[in-house]
């Protein structure tokens, strides 16, 4: 069965330090990968996804970016966060085209201070 | 583009029927998903309708008509453990989903 992983499930950062979330999947091979974030009590805006090794395509210009360095393994990276960068960070991944069935994993709670 | 129209509140009572409405504007069309989000937790796939009509799994079902870019989730024989979040879905056939804004379901006993 396929698994998703995420770590670390909370930080609290400084503002102006780096970040590195990193998530992983499990038993499904080329999968398409997402990240989210999510303000409290807010929908979901989708910042990268990916649809295969080195792809990349972003949603929102913003001060993060993402890779793709391995077929199951998506980062998503900052050199520098600020305050507004705070929220409940996804992944999920999901397989095909066109299919509105996406898998999340558990998530990561970053606080900015 | 796609938006997606939902609630952003609904209560109801234990043990009753409650229905959270979802229309779209889009661009493309392939179908509207139906996601379940708990407090503090991930957004979880619940149901997924492609053509017009409604899907059952168990106490939740689905319904969807294309011609009104309408689609609603129907909860039956609520239980305390439904407070959560529902986002309704569409990805036009693209790699990404388009989500709602959620609709917040509190249950009171």
């Known amino acids: 069965s396929q698994t998703i992983h995420q770590w670390p499930a909370t930080l609290v950062q400084p503002v102006g330090s780096p970040l590195s979330l990193e998530c992983t999947v499990e038993g499904t091979s080329n999968p398409n990968l997402y990240w989210y974030r999510q303000a409290a009590g807010r929908g979901l805006q989708l910042l990268f996804y990916s649809v295969g090794i080195g792809q990349i395509s972003s949603e929102v210009p913003q001060n993060l970016s993402a890779s793709r360095p391995q077929d199951r393994q998506f980062i998503l990276s900052s050199k520098k966060l600020l305050l507004s960068d705070s929220g409940f960070y996804l992944c999920a991944w999901s397989v095909g085209r066109g299919t509105d069935t996406q898998y999340f994993g558990p998530g990561t709670r970053l606080t900015v201070l | ?109």
């Open chain 2, 1 to 109: 583009g796609q938006s997606l129209e939902q609630p952003s509140e609904v209560t109801a009572v234990e043990g009753a029927i409650v229905q959270i409405n979802c229309t779209y504007q889009t661009s493309g069309f392939y179908g509207l998903s139906w996601y379940q989000q708990h407090d503090g937790g991930a957004p979880t796939f619940l149901s997924y309708n492609a053509l017009d009509g409604l899907e059952e799994t168990g106490r939740f079902s689905s319904f969807l008509s294309r011609s009104d870019s309408y689609g609603y989730l129907l909860l039956q024989e609520l239980q305390m453990k439904d407070s959560a979040s529902y986002f309704c879905a569409t990805g036009a056939g693209s790699y990404q989903l388009t989500f709602g804004k959620g609709t917040k379901l509190s249950v009171i006993p």
